[in-house]
């Protein structure tokens, strides 16, 4: 007599990716007749058929938790392949403006918070949205406003610039005088007085500056954004930045606190930061904080849900204000500097720098995880992978490239070539203020006609994998698979609106797959995750609906009711 589950599912469709890895399909059992009950046993999925089934009725005894579908879908586990949940969780418990949907809430928000907090010498936090803005540019006369003459520096939603008060300014010496970093720009008014809005590294002018929150504050922040995505049926994560950060602090010590005490229940792969301002020489760093990694988790099982063995590499910017890296200049250019390539964005990375630097990774056994948001940088990041490829053949790292807003045509077919997989955050692909307000005039019809080509990087053969990059933008797995398939916005903000790039849409079955199995490929888990078959680990959501049986347009209105990793209940009743 086999020892009874600790858990069954049964009463509803079960979905598994297809033996090729690039569709969800229904699972089936024993003679290919479709899987509607699952059991657990040891964290692990032991059996999958039907509730009549020997193998299953064997294996429910009297102490086994039963979970009734009822007609409810039971997925894999949702897989992140690139947010920030540490540094989003520091900020939900800073001065958070994800909620607010205008300037007015923002500032209502951030007047409240000073307040509330007399005793901050900062006021720090993050989530302002560049649409409220002209031109997308925060002044620093509307904070002064609300925050009196108390240094203010909070992030924009994409991390890649900060609204700053006249205090933080003052604080960080800029002025007038005050030359432009490398790698970023100081907005000034016509009198060439710092405006009040800092982007990419020169924000870290300011954020250098910043208070570190004590690690206690950091840990409950990692729990908290943890609890946030497993409500949202995440089981694994990439976290897309381990290191400092426009001034938010590492999020290594948190992981390991973490992981040590138990805490973390999810499976976590952290990419380790490439520090954009040095070069070789901080290698040897990067290895030594692996081998912290390593050490850390020899200590157990839930120690060892947190790895180190990616390096995150961030390539350009973003293309509303410029800084993303294009092979031809943008349109109507914002004011810029010589170094910038002729209003053509700029590379955060020397191109043959950026090849040596990957070679390097490669052979010290990392994966290495670029950001590339214009054509130029993924044009830049896959020469660096066929560089690597060519020194030293074809490895097992699984390299990705995230984001990719505008793929040259040239470019589409390398991905399956060359074995890199294409990281998508499918939520962006859809008209809203920052695309048809700040993207597209910039671009132009030709580069816009050129954005998010999933559908194309699909037929190419190239493999898929997919994230939030939350708190930009919602971690709901089913938000962006809605924004995938539809190219539209869910709810109010995509009714009636006009599909983006509508070519460009992903089935539903491609997209399922590409948010479990293919960033289960990215993360290195999916030889036991990422899948609903025996022998696999029991990361398992429940959804409200089946997706495959209501309409294309309903899918962000599916909620998760469980989530489970390796068997244990992280979230619902």
Known sequence: MPTPAELVFTGGPVYTPDAAGRRMVPAAGPGGRPVTAVAVAGGRIVAAGGPGDADIAELTGPRTEVVDLRGRALLPGFQDAHVHPAFTGVTMVACDLMGARTLPEALEVIGGYARAHPEKEWITGSGWRMEWFPGGLPGRLALDAVVGDRPAYLVNRDWHGAWVSSAALARAGIDARTPDPRDGRIERDADGVPQGTLHEGAASLVGALVPEPPLAERVAGLLLAQRHLHARGITAWQDAIIGDYLGAPDPLPAYLAAAAAGQLTARVQGALWWDRGRGAEQLPEILARRERARAAAAAGERAARFRAGTVKIMQDGVAENQTAAMIDPYLSPVQCHEHEGGH????????????????????????????????????????????????????????????????????????????????????????????????????????????????????????????????????????????????????????????FLPAQRLDLATALAAYTLGSAYVNHLDSETGRVQPGFLADLAVLAADPFAGRADDIASISVEQTYVSGERVFGG
Request: no cysteine; net charge negative.
């Open 344 to 499: 053509r964005g700029r590379s955060h990375v020397d191109p043959q720098a950026l090849r040596e630097y990957v070679t390097a990774l490669d052979a010290a056994g990392f994966q290495v995880h670029i950001h590339a948001i214009g054509d130029r940088a993924v044009r830049e990041a896959l020469d660096a992978f066929e560089a690597a490829r060519a020194a030293h053949g074809e490895r097992d790292h699984r390299h990705h490239i995230a984001h990719l807003q505008v793929v040259h045509p040239a470019d589409v077919p390398r991905f399956a070539a060359l074995g890199v997989t294409a990281n998508m955050q499918a939520l962006w692909a859809a008209h809203e203020p920052q695309m048809d307000e700040l993207t597209v005039p910039f671009l132009g019809p030709e580069r816009s006609a050129r954005q998010y080509v999933f559908g194309e990087l699909r037929d190419a053969g190239a493999r898929l994998a997919a994230g939030s990059d939350w708190g930009v933008t919602s971690a709901n797995p089913l938000e962006a698979i809605h924004v995938a398939v539809n190219r539209a916005l869910p709810g109010a903000a995509g009714a009636g609106a006009e599909p």
